[in-house]
């Protein structure tokens, strides 16, 4: 079977489309299929998606004409969608060419899919619309896709401490907010050995104003660069500092309790959906320093709040969405072959 995910992610839009689809081609790959990426950042795709995937570069994001005309000479079994500006007439001439996988976080677009995808927590509540036949529907946590080295650790007992010692500032790839300097310098007074996570978008003066807020610190503070095994990290990690991204569906499964914040439209659903829940302490988009420190503080002193989190966590993400959706695209591509 030939998959062929359509994708795109880099430092100006976020890395978490690409990390999320890459879940999924892992999968895949892991199983003997081929995955081919169709892109418009190479680059980024070669930087964070598994290496056996192949690449097809595109010219354009909204332009549906290049990725079909690919479609006509490559022949893959089925396409997947994961990008806002495939819309609705572009999904409508994709699957005119190939069966269709939409990923999509929102209701933003009529759909025009063979299956519909939205793992977030607010999935089953959105009024959808769609176009031709209506796709099969896989919606909320069991369909998030989530790295393998996340579904492996999601099956093991969290560690516990009640005294915390550890945490993790993780502000996404590129930190579009330019918020981890901040947070960093939330964190003084406290006695913890913190990991403030830099990651593959940074700029070179971003990472020098999170290394500085690291020097100012009492915290131990320790840089960690776009790090190998940030899943462990994240896992031995007492709670984390996240923005109200993928990486929120990540510390959930772990059973790592979030202070989180929404840095774009994209998030604000998420977040209120944390708040909603419980799960998570959640800041308003634009939260000061002094409310990260009081979120923080919080979390230092109530191991309640902790275990508590931890155990909503875990209840609401089993971290098998990846899989699900492995069998939904190899039934789907079954299907087709079976006519």
């Known amino acids: 079977m030939h998959l062929v995910i359509r994708a795109d992610g880099g430092p100006n839009i976020g890395y978490g489309h690409l990390i999320r689809t890459g879940a999924l081609a892992d999968r895949l790959l892991s199983r003997g299929h081929a995955v081919t990426y169709a892109t418009t950042t190479p680059e980024s795709v070669r930087s964070v998606c598994p290496d056996a995937v192949e690449i097809a570069d595109l010219p354009a994001r909204g332009d549906p004409a290049p990725f079909v005309d690919w479609l006509g000479s490559a022949t893959p079994d089925v396409a997947f969608t994961d990008a806002y500006p495939v819309d609705t007439a572009y999904q409508r001439r994709v699957r005119e060419a190939v069966p269709l996988v939409v990923n999509q976080d929102d209701d933003r677009h009529a759909v025009c899919a063979d299956v519909f995808v939205n ?69 003084d007074g406290l006695d913890l050995r913190v990991d403030a996570i830099v990651g593959p978008g940074f700029s070179e003066s971003q990472a020098v104003a999170v290394e500085n807020a690291a020097a100012d610190v009492s915290a131990d503070v320790t840089v960690r660069r776009d790090p190998d095994d940030l899943a462990d990290r994240l896992f031995r990690a007492d709670f984390a500092v996240s923005t109200a991204s993928s990486t929120t569906y990540e510390l959930l499964a772990l059973g790592t309790p979030i202070v989180c914040a929404p840095v774009a439209d994209n998030q604000e659903s998420i977040a209120d959906e944390l708040d909603r829940r419980d799960a998570a302490t959640v800041l308003g988009r634009g939260a000061d320093g002094e409310r990260f420190a009081r979120a923080i503080d919080e979390y230092a002193s109530s191991s309640d709040l902790r275990r508590e989190r931890r155990e909503r966590g875990r209840e609401l993400v089993d971290g098998r969405g990846s899989e699900r959706v492995c069998r939904e695209v190899l039934s789907l591509a079954d299907g087709v072959s079976d006519v």
Do not use: C, H, K, Q
Request: net charge negative; proline share 7%.
């Open 119 to 187: 793992g977030n927590l607010d999935a089953a509540g959105r009024e959808y619309a769609f176009v031709g036949s209506a796709p099969d529907l896989r919606l909320g946590t069991d369909y998030v896709l989530l790295r393998s080295e996340i579904t492996e650790r999601a099956r093991r007992e969290p560690p516990w401490r009640e005294t915390p010692e550890r945490a993790v500032v993780t502000m996404g790839g590129s930190d579009t907010a330019e918020l981890t300097p901040m947070v960093v310098r939330a964190f």
